[in-house]
């Protein structure tokens, strides 16, 4: 069975940074494209940030990009998403989840999720 | 590409078919798009991708179809625990989901 656990989740002031973690198993990581997607009551669900299998290719979307970094270590079975310059528009609770198609952007598992909160 | 969803909450008896409304502000290439349920306090679940095909180990009283920019999201025969909110998504190159249709208890 298919697991993904977030972690590292919390609470931090604006313009700190956090770094979440997706450990997996059930599948072999290493053959699927990964993805972080957000969550908030007001803006629903938003597409973060996406690397392919090897983590030699990293995509974001405008509104983290050149803030947040995603990563994976493959012989861990872990996701990461590295998040600076945070600030209150950040906080959601954040997902990792496996695409179904490689270099697609729809996801056929998800972890339960992590909430990050940015507040001074 | 802004996606839609309508109504906003359907109530539905158990038993009875639910359908969901998912309209995009222009042509989606490919049909390239998702519907997830999610449950209170739980991640989403993919139901149906490239519009109208059932994820892995999801049955057949949820259908999707496509017609232009119009996508639908049928659900027959509701059983208690499909009572949650669905959300479209296109998948394209800047995916984007819809804001969420909940489906309650009539």
């Known amino acids: 069975e298919v697991f993904l656990v977030e972690s590292g989740g919390g609470s931090v002031e604006p313009g700190k940074s956090l770094r979440l973690s997706c450990t997996v198993s059930g599948f072999t990581f290493s053959s699927y494209w990964m993805h972080w997607v957000r969550q908030t009551p007001r803006q629903g669900l938003e597409w973060v940030s996406r690397?392919?299998?090897?983590?030699?290719?990293?995509t974001h979307a405008d509104a983290v990009k050149g803030r947040f970094t995603i990563s994976r270590d493959n012989a861990k079975n872990t996701l990461f998403l590295h998040m600076t310059d945070l600030t209150a528009d950040d906080t959601a609770v954040y997902y990792c989840a496996r695409a179904l198609w490689p270099a697609s952007f729809f996801f056929d598992h998800w972890g339960q999720g992590v909430p990050v909160t940015v507040s001074s | 590409i802004v996606l839609t969803q309508s109504p906003g909450t359907v109530s539905v008896s158990p038993g009875e078919t639910a359908t969901l409304s998912c309209r995009a502000s222009r042509r989606i290439s490919g049909d390239y798009v998702a519907w997830y349920q999610q449950r209170a306090g739980h991640a989403p679940r993919l139901l149906i991708y490239?519009?109208?095909i059932r994820a892995p180990g999801i049955p057949d009283r949820f259908r999707g179809a496509a017609s232009g920019t119009d996508f639908i999201l049928n659900v027959t025969s509701l059983e208690p625990e499909d009572f949650a909110t669905y959300f479209c998504?296109?998948?394209?190159?800047?995916?984007?989901f819809g804001q969420g249709a909940k489906v309650d208890i009539k």
């Open positions: 998504q296109q998948y394209g190159s800047s995916p984007v």
């Open positions: 490239s519009a109208s």
């Open positions: 690397i392919n299998k090897d983590g030699s290719s990293e």
